[in-house]
């Protein structure tokens, strides 16, 4: 009921209508609403985590004098990094980062629509391979990738991730740049 409730609220507070404009939604930080599952308000201000808000927990989301929503909404690189952290560790491990790249890159740069609609260069992804992540980010060299790590990797306001693909120096991106783009007289990686 809660999620319905939380859904029902930000349709109707959020929607262009007879009573909301569009500067309305613009100027109101509970419609950000439009952006999150309704289930991380839930999560927010569920204090004692039993599913359910409370007058207390519900009230905490606004201010008791001007009645306006001050809820933080979390940050969109945080929701990003959860996502690909199954286990809720902290830590992007280096399996939980195969399994995410991979899956995020077959999301978003599928067919040839989804490619071009992307104007960075992400779609790279295609055909590189998890590794450079941890290789460009990586700063302390622990094969994991943390929050402070992957907040260098994403850009919050386009919400992109910044991958500098061509500085990739993968074993498997290295081989193929010499043994398959004839980079080489050889054709083949000498020792
Ligand atoms: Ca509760
Ligand atoms: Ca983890
Ligand atoms: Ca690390």
């Known amino acids: 009921m809660v999620i319905t409730c939380l859904t029902l609220n930000c349709e109707r507070g959020c929607?262009?209508?007879?009573?909301?404009?569009?500067?309305d939604i613009a100027d109101n930080r509970w419609c950000e609403c439009l952006y999150h599952d309704p289930k991380v308000v839930l999560e927010l201000q569920d204090?004692?985590?039993?599913?359910y808000l409370y007058e207390d927990e519900f009230c905490a989301m606004f201010d008791q004098m001007t009645d306006e929503f001050i809820m933080d909404w979390?940050?969109?690189?945080?929701?990003?990094?959860?996502?690909?952290?199954?286990?809720?560790?902290?830590?992007?491990?280096?399996?939980?980062?195969?399994?995410?790249y991979d899956r995020v890159c077959v999301e978003d740069c599928s067919t040839a629509a989804d490619r071009d609609a992307r104007t960075d260069t992400w779609c790279e992804c295609r055909t590189s391979s998890y590794d450079v992540i941890i290789e460009q980010f990586d700063e302390n060299d622990d094969g994991s990738i943390e929050l402070s790590e992957f907040m260098r990797i994403y850009t919050e306001d386009t919400d992109t991730i910044n991958i500098n693909f061509s500085q990739a120096t993968t074993t498997r991106a290295y081989f193929y740049t010499e043994a398959v783009n004839g980079s080489t007289d050889?054709?083949?990686?000498?020792m």
């Not at 204090?47 to 599913?51: M, R, V």
């Not at 940050?75 to 990094?81: I, R, T």
């Not at 050889?186 to 000498?190: H, L, S």
């Open 15 to 23: 929607t262009v209508s007879d009573t909301v404009t569009a500067a």
């Open 47 to 51: 204090a004692n985590e039993d599913g």
């Open 74 to 100: 979390p940050h969109s690189y945080q929701k990003n990094f959860d996502e690909c952290d199954e286990d809720r560790d902290g830590l992007m491990s280096s399996a939980e980062i195969e399994t995410c």
């Open 186 to 190: 050889t054709g083949y990686c000498a």
